[in-house]
């Protein structure tokens, strides 16, 4: 039997944190880059119904959330729902924004584009985590209940 060796699990750990966070800091400086390449009013000249502008400035700021989403691994359930709420309300947004703005072509070649497309993928995969967590969690409360239902049912007898 094979013995994990802890201190190459945590090393493991560390980089993958580290690159994570280095992800994180790369996305940040061409989010903001993209943000001043193409400012407010030449993405509005180029197409009037997008707000990818407004959208690329809130998910810049709910990158900062990254707190709430390790919140998911506690059992914080009032946290867990929020970050819910609101990948879900910028996936929703994204889909407009992406898909039903009949001008957003125009934009395709902008940092501001490929940036906000980016974080739109990176949220489809944090609902996709997030949701998984929520079925998780629910499903060791059942067994955890079910344990508990059948221990109380044998004292019983």
Known sequence: ????????????????????????????IFAIIGLVETPLNIENELCINSHLWIYSLVSLILLFKI????????NNNILTFFELLLSLGMFIWGIYE????????KLNNTLLYKTTFAYWIVNIFLLILIFGLIIYRVIIQLRIYY???KISLSDAS
């Open 1 to 28: 039997m094979e013995f994990i060796n802890l201190p190459c699990l945590t090393c493991s750990l560390v980089y993958i944190s580290f690159g994570f966070l280095l992800l994180i800091i790369i996305y940040n």
């Open 67 to 74: 707190k709430i989403t390790l919140s998911i691994f506690t």
């Open 98 to 105: 992406f898909f039903f703005v009949k001008c957003i072509n």
């Open 147 to 149: 344990s508990i239902y």
